[in-house]
């Protein structure tokens, strides 16, 4: 019986991977669209958004099969609120790399800016962020999910700074002010992005220690090993 | 037997809970994440206590706290000394040939192995009920006055207010109200040990010791059982042995988990079955072994 659970639990494990996989893709390709200009690239993450809701739906389901038929405890209970949670965290993201796709839409019909939005670097440092917070599900490994959260901070200064940027072009008296507002929603759900890949690796914490910090997390990064 | 002296260097469970006290050089396990409520004093208490059958030491210098009034579940492999502890209590284990005991073992703080302490007494006020529900072949009035004419009530008035109130407070009267002199023992298993509960209050214990209670009724049987648990709680103080851990998990304050007489882990109920302290009460309950 035992054995059967941890079989499920291990295929549902594997599940989660698969869907942060298409997910991450999704965010890659979607700001891919925005540097740009690809209308095509940004409707293929659109048209590809309607498989991860299913996957979500899925997943959802099978973990409350697990609830009703095995009733974890302990460990197991832990893994099975974590994904489930960490299963919403990842449909979410799926929904902002949508997002981005349709203000690649609208960039794609208006004249490149010659300023420099660095997304290919905030892209790079959130997709990561994602990747390690599921790896850290996969590997049971509380020590890499808390650098997760560390690394959030970075995100936000670059979110900042590209509001910094848009605030400083907008003084200037800049008349493209609808494509930067764009630009800057596409930071904006970058940082959200970065948000719910330390909601992720928070939920990893939870399932390892038992210990729910996502309100207090600062009392726990910045002292890891 | 006399208590025996604190060795310590005796090595113990490694990793033991957090919450360690100590009275007279004894430590002492209270529960981890016990709500500080000053009605929860404790009602038995064990200090180093040992129960051999002959040379066997079936449970092993275990020290704890259990709390007035509230319900505490013992968990733990076949063999682990769960009903050996219980039985201690209430000193059922005397009728056991060549059982002996050592450390101490405490109701409301007077050891009852002690030689003041009158069993009969004790046994009124720990009742116990155990797994195989075990009505006396009399009326299911006289099942239940039996215990307070032995202890002297004989006015029939008082007699049938004890067993009405004993009947509705085991959830039972309704049931049987208009039959009380039918024999108990045409009483379903269910109702059969639901009579037993209600034999044991019958008595005005202050604890209650459950044996596996519902180990051999259908799941509906179950169910009246854990609410009838649910409703005692507060009123009574409940010690229940079980092997099946989601009742633990549904129907106790508490939690004590025995691993070949020794004490592993005792806590909050909801901690120890979401997060447990030791690795081993997590590799037993969640079924990894055991």
Partial sequence: ?????????????????????????????ATRAVGEQDKELAQKVIDSDLGVDGIEVEIEEECLKILALHQPVAIDLRVIIAILKINNDLERIGDLAVNIAERAIYLATQKPLADKFDFPTMTDKVTAMLRKGVDALVSMDATAAYKVCEADDEVDELNRHMYNLVDSLISEGRKEGHTLMHLLSVSRHLERIADHATNIAEDVIYMITGDIVRHHIEDYTGSVQ | MEAVAQDKTQAEPEGMAEKRSAVGGVEFVQPLN????????????????SIFYRDNEAVKKVS?????RC?????????????TFLRAINRMNDLIPGSSTSGRLLFDGQDVYGKTIDVTVLRKK????FQKPNPFPKSIFDNIAYGPRLHGTTNRGELRQVVERSLQQAALWDEV????????????????????????????PEI?????????????????IEDLVSELRGTYTIIIVTHNMQQAARVSDFTVFLYEGVLI??????????????KHTEDYITGRFG
């Fill in chain 1, 1 to 29: 019986m035992v054995r059967h659970l941890q079989r499920e639990i291990e295929r549902l494990k594997k599940r989660v991977l698969a869907l942060c996989a298409d997910v991450e893709k999704n965010v890659a390709m």
């Fill in chain 2, 64 to 68: 704890l706290d259990i709390l007035s």
């Fill in chain 2, 265 to 278: 882990e005792y806590g909050d109920t909801r901690q120890l079955f979401t997060n447990p302290t030791e």
């Fill in chain 2, 34 to 49: 016990a709500e500080a409520d000053t009605d929860r004093a404790p009602h038995v208490q064990s200090r180093e206590f």
């Fill in chain 2, 126 to 129: 720990v009742g116990m009920v």
């Fill in chain 2, 177 to 204: 109200k208009d039959r009380l002199e039918q024999n108990a023992l045409g009483l379903s298993g269910g109702q059969q040990q639901r009579l037993c509960i209600a034999r044991a209050l019958a008595v005005e």
């Fill in chain 2, 208 to 224: 209650l010791l459950m044996d596996e209670p519902t180990s051999a009724l259908d799941p509906k049987a179950t169910a009246r």
């Fill in chain 2, 71 to 83: 319900v505490t579940a013992i968990i733990g492999p076949s063999g682990c000394g769960k009903s």
